[in-house]
C-alpha cells in the first residue's frame, strides 16, 4: 500500500477532493500553511494500493492548475543616512499545480 501525499492549493483542493472521492478513492483533507508563501494551501492524504497510484497522480494532474501568485519580500535597502530600513518589493512565483510525495505504506489497521 501507498500514501499519496498531495499538496495543493486551496482553489482546486473541493474539485480534487470532489473528483477523486467520485472515483471511490479515500481522502483525507489536511489545511496546511506553505513556508515559503507563509499562505493557506491544502494538503490530501490519499491512501491506495499501489497499482492505481498513477491514476490518482492522473487525477491530481488534470484538475490542480498552475498560478501566479505575487508575494511581498522583505528586502534589506539602505535609504537617506544609511539607516538600514526595509522595503518590501513584490515578487511573482508561479505555485502548483500540485507538489506529491508517494510514500511506502509499513502497516495499514482499521479497527
Ligand atoms: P510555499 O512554500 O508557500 O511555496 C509557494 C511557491 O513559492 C512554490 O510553489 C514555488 O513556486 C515558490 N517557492 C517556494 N520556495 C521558494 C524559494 N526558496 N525561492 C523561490 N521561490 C520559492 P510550489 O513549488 O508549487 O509549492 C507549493 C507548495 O507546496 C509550497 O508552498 C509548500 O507548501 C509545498 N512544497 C513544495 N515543495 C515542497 C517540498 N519539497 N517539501 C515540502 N513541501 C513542499
Known amino acids: 500500500m501507498k500514501l499519496v501525499l498531495a499538496i495543493v492549493q486551496d482553489d482546486d483542493a473541493m474539485d480534487l477532493i470532489e473528483e477523486l472521492t467520485d472515483k471511490n478513492f479515500r481522502v ?11 499562505s493557506g494551501n491544502t494538503t490530501l492524504m490519499i491512501g491506495v494500493e499501489k497499482e492505481v497510484v498513477k491514476d490518482v497522480v492522473k487525477v491530481i494532474e488534470d484538475v490542480c492548475k498552475r498560478r501566479k501568485e505575487m508575494v511581498s519580500t522583505p528586502a ?11 522595503m518590501p518589493y513584490p515578487i511573482e512565483v508561479e505555485v502548483g499545480g500540485a507538489t506529491v510525495f508517494v510514500l511506502d505504506v509499513d502497516q495499514f489497521y482499521k479497527v
Do not use: R
Open 28 to 38: 483525507t483533507k489536511l489545511a496546511t500553511t506553505g513556508g515559503f508563501l507563509k
Open 76 to 86: 534589506p535597502t539602505t535609504i537617506g543616512s544609511g539607516s538600514g530600513m526595509y
